[in-house]
């Protein structure tokens, strides 16, 4: 029968969700690079599909254009997963594809609850992001403009919660800064909040989709 680790006091935490928030260094070239990319995949994408980029997602992928930054983001994509799978303690080979796609919110898009079924990991790298000071001052501050949220997926989990116990938030929110890269099981259900600004906010989200291998099957 599956277990989780116990400690000689007979403690284990259940159910563990791992999240990884990190900054990718010197990123002002690439993500120049990458803007301009994602406008005239915006362009081209409308001209000959008729439909919105952003939404159309599963129709393409980002990675597969040919251009330095896109390998350079792939590589830089790559290492992390490979990171957060030693964090998990996986001690095995786990191969994976990619598939990306850039998202373009202009003032008042947003993205709606979701997760991404058919996936195992899932994330965003910022290309361009509203600072603080370009928000509207005026705008209602809880509505959170910018940011992303993740959720709890033990839905009721807080529902008792005491302080210091752990369980309190039910919702971990980020206001991502360009440069950092977020990467989280895709089973998470996720929104992101309106941008409240005349500036782009530009991202490239994606998934993780592993390549079967009977190693996988737990024991
Ligand atoms: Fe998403």
Redesign the pocket.
Known sequence: MPTFETDPNGFSRLWPTLFLQRELPNTTAANQALQQLILEREVGHRESKATDITSDYLSQDFFSIDHPVIGWLKSCVNKSVSDYLGEQGLDYQVDWALQAWPNINRRGDY?NL???PRSYL?G?YYVAMPTRDQIDATARQDLNPGSISFFDPRAQANMLAIKDDGQVEAEHRVLPTEGMLLLWPSFIH?L?HPNLSDELRLSI?FNVVLQWRDDYLPS
Do not use: L, P
Request: charged share 0%.
């Open positions: 993205h979701h997760n991404h899932s965003t996720h992101v989200s």
